[in-house]
């Protein structure tokens, strides 16, 4: 089955960097990637997501990119802030599964 | 964006008894799920919730322990039966939106098994 492995476990910037997020999976049928913001004390709020069809996307400061050879894609978040302070997640499935197999989770500080 | 609403938010529950979480939806919705959250930790499949028939379970977990019913496309409940510290966890609810794979979580309910 699906096994998706994410790295770093911790990230400390300073606001204003950058930070990126890793992920590999091994399911090479895989084609779907979301990923996912959780604040504490709260369900995990969908953020951005990518196809296979497609080799980066951007929304505002948030970006992802994949590289479906390598079987990894990565989360890029520009001139962080204090608020995107959080535990982030990524996730693969496929169409034919929608089953969601989660990463081990990302827990970003960002210090002003 | 739908939005989803869980039922009770936390509890504090007595080992051995049972606790069922309502999961409600704000529009119909065809597939729904039920994830464990483990302190710390990332978010495991329990089953999906089908609706007329029989929750599909993943693996390690099963219905005498974690029976789900779906009476309708909008709510879903799950059952944490006879209950153990180790079921301390957060459990969550997720909808796909339809034919597109993305799926929008719950809030949560924060189980605590003493």
């Known amino acids: 089955g699906e096994n998706v492995e994410q790295h770093p476990s911790t990230l400390s910037v300073q606001e204003g960097d950058s930070a990126v997020i890793k992920c590999t999976y091994s399911?090479?049928?895989?084609?779907?990637f979301p990923w996912y913001k959780q604040e504490l004390g709260k369900g995990p709020q969908l953020i951005i997501d990518?196809?296979?069809?497609?080799g980066e996307k951007k929304d505002q400061r948030i970006a992802v990119t994949l590289n479906k050879t390598a079987k990894h894609f990565s989360l890029h978040i520009t001139e962080t802030q204090p608020e995107d302070s959080a535990v982030y997640f990524c996730?693969?499935?496929?169409?034919?599964?929608?089953?969601?197999?989660f990463g081990t989770g990302t827990r970003l500080q960002v210090f002003p | 964006s739908a939005v989803i609403s869980q039922k009770p938010s936390r509890d504090i529950c007595q080992r051995g008894t049972s606790l069922t979480i309502q999961c409600q939806v704000d529009?119909?919705?065809?597939?729904m799920f039920w994830y464990r959250q483990q302190p710390g930790q990332s978010l495991t499949l329990i089953a999906t919730?089908?609706?007329?028939?029989?929750?599909?379970?993943e693996s390690g977990f099963v219905i005498d322990k974690f029976p789900i019913s779906r009476p309708n496309l909008t709510f879903s409940t799950l059952t944490v039966s006879n209950m153990s510290p180790e079921d301390s966890s957060i459990y969550l609810c997720?909808?796909?939106?339809?034919?597109?794979?993305?799926?929008?979580f719950g809030p949560g309910t924060r189980l605590t098994v003493l």
């Open positions: 997720s909808v796909e939106k339809y034919g597109t794979g993305e799926q929008f």
């Open positions: 399911d090479s049928a895989s084609n779907y």
């Open positions: 990518i196809r296979s069809n497609v």
């Open positions: 996730a693969a499935s496929t169409y034919n599964t929608d089953k969601l197999i």
């Open positions: 529009s119909q919705v065809t597939m």
């Open positions: 919730a089908n609706q007329g028939s029989e929750a599909t379970y």
